[in-house]
Structures are given as structure tokens and as C-alpha cells.
């Protein structure tokens, strides 16, 4: 969803609303707006949005334990590849990986325990991935032998259902230990930097590292152009003062509606992935109540 689109196209509409019913001209041009007769009996306020406040910093990244190697291929065993990538490594970044099995127990091996923030590896690239550590899981052979249980782990691994018994099921018969671990990719990681996965764009944590609060460069670069906006201004413009009105009080609905999905979703994303458990009875991935 394109919230700058709407804040900039809503905020136009106010400016024309106010200028139209006889706001001061001297207060707008006092924040910067170029005015102009329109010829349509309304005045059209144009601005540049500025870019974000230079205090929204990065906090420090308090980045845990080793290194984690995601350098293996996925392994589909003969079946399609629903995805644009072939690695473990690249699933992570937007393709829905966020499980990893190992023959150890994670936390123990790799010095990090759950929301602590890690780092993923590609050796083969040199590529890091900054993540959020989830929960651990012993998995048993119960749990491997279960096709439920083998769809979900796929699902989350995007490996083949079948792998998972191929490579874990003698482990556990020899008495080997197999675990499960849930993380939350949070992009790449680049000089002590964080870059959103699909535009590269650099990403700000909030002070407790629990949410995406800013991305670099500033929101005017991300607006949809600018003289579409203006066109739609001009053609709100002709309308009369009550329909106006009434487009501007479902705006402000919108607003309110996208606001409540953005918290939900938010909240959603990390209760899920950090908060997930395997269900034995049920057979499935179910959050964990924490």
C-alpha cells in the first residue's frame, strides 16, 4: 500500500478546501507553498516534500553469537521450483524462509538466544542477511515421520517435504539430536547497515529494535509522480463544496482503516514467526502464547 500517495494527495486536498473557502494565502506561503491561480475559481498549493527529520537514526545494532551459514542449495527432489531462487540463503530475502533445521541444538551451538538480532551467511557470495532470532524446537521422529508435520516444515524451509526424513530421520534413530529454529529475515546487511530486500532501500529500526520506523532516501522519492497528483487536485477542484467535503471525510476513514492493518500486520508478523510452535496433537505451527 502507497501511504505516501495518500498523505501528500490528502493533505493537497486539504490546501485546496481551505484556500478555496478563504484560509489565508500569507500563512500558506509562510510553509512554503507556491500559489497559483488555478482559473477555476480556487487557488492550487504546490510543495516539495521535505526529507525526513535527520535525527531518525539507526540505533546501535547489539548483533549476538556467530555467524550462521545459510550457503546450502534448496532441495526440491525432482518437484518444480515454486520460487525465482535456488539457496537457502536467497529464500530468506522475501521468499518465505524462516525455519532452519540442524543435527545440534541452536541456541547452545551458535551463542544467541530468541529476539536477539544474528547474522546469516552466503560464503559463497560473501552476501549477509540481518535477522531476528525465533524459537527453538526439538523435533522428534515422530514429529519427522508425520506428513503433516514434513508439509509445514516445508512450507517454512521451502525444501521438499520429503527431505526432511531423508536427512534427519537415521540422525535421530542414532541418537543424534535434530532442532528447529524460527527466524524473521530483516534485510540485508551491508557495512553496518540494514537494506530492504526487494528496493535496496536502506531500512531504521525504532529504538528497541521491534519495528521498520524509516527507510532511506526520504519519502518524496517513493511518491507516485507528482503531476498525476496535480491533475487529480484540479479535477477535485471543479467539484462542489459538499461533495469535497464528503471525499475528504472518506480520506480520513481510509486512514484510520490502513492505520489499523499496518498495526495488526506488524504485530502479526512477529507474533507468528517468533512466537511458533509445532503442535503435536493438532499437527500444526501454532503460536506460543508468549
Avoid at 547474522?119 to 524459537?135: C, H, P, Q, S, W
Avoid at 524460527?182 to 540494514?194: A, S
Wanted: proline share 5%; aromatic share 10%.
Amino acid at each position: 500500500m502507497n501511504y505516501g500517495g495518500y498523505s501528500i494527495l490528502k493533505r493537497q486536498l486539504m490546501l485546496l478546501l481551505t484556500t478555496a473557502y478563504g484560509s489565508s494565502h500569507k500563512y500558506l506561503e509562510s510553509q512554503g507553498y507556491k500559489l497559483a491561480d488555478s482559473g477555476r475559481n480556487y487557488v492550487e498549493a504546490t510543495s516539495v516534500e521535505l526529507p525526513r527529520a535527520a535525527s531518525i537514526q539507526s540505533p546501535a545494532l547489539n548483533i549476538v553469537g556467530k555467524k550462521v551459514s545459510m550457503s546450502y542449495p534448496l532441495m526440491l527432489e525432482g518437484r518444480p521450483n515454486p520460487l525465482s531462487v535456488n539457496t537457502c540463503f536467497d529464500a530468506m530475502r522475501g521468499h518465505g524462509r524462516v525455519h532452519t533445521t540442524r543435527n545440534f541444538e541452536p541456541y547452545k551451538a551458535w551463542g544467541f538466544k530468541e529476539g536477539d538480532l544474528a547474522i546469516a551467511y552466503d560464503n559463497k557470495t560473501n552476501r549477509e542477511i540481518l535477522f531476528r532470532v525465533g524459537k527453538q524446537q526439538r523435533i522428534t521422529n515422530q514429529m519427522i515421520a508425520d506428513p503433516n508435520y514434513q508439509a509445514q516444515w516445508a512450507k517454512v524451509e521451502k525444501h521438499a517435504p520429503e527431505v526432511l526424513p531423508k536427512l534427519f530421520a537415521s540422525k535421530v534413530a542414532t541418537g543424534n539430536e535434530v532442532w528447529g529454529m524460527t527466524y524473521e529475515p530483516l534485510g540485508d546487511f551491508v557495512n553496518g547497515k540494514i537494506y530492504d530486500f526487494e528496493d535496496g532501500k536502506e531500512i531504521v529500526l525504532n529504538a528497541s529494535l521491534t519495528e521498520i520506523v524509516d527507510r532511506r532516501p526520504p519519502q518524496a522519492n517513493l511518491l507516485p509522480n507528482q503531476a498525476t497528483i496535480a491533475k487529480s487536485i484540479q479535477q477535485i477542484g471543479i467539484l462542489d463544496k459538499p461533495t469535497q467535503t464528503a471525499l475528504l471525510e472518506h480520506l480520513e476513514g481510509m486512514k484510520q482503516e490502513l492505520n489499523t492493518d499496518v498495526s495488526q500486520y506488524a504485530k502479526g508478523r512477529q507474533n507468528f514467526w517468533l512466537g511458533t510452535r509445532w503442535n503435536l496433537k493438532d499437527k500444526q505451527f501454532e503460536s506460543s502464547g508468549t
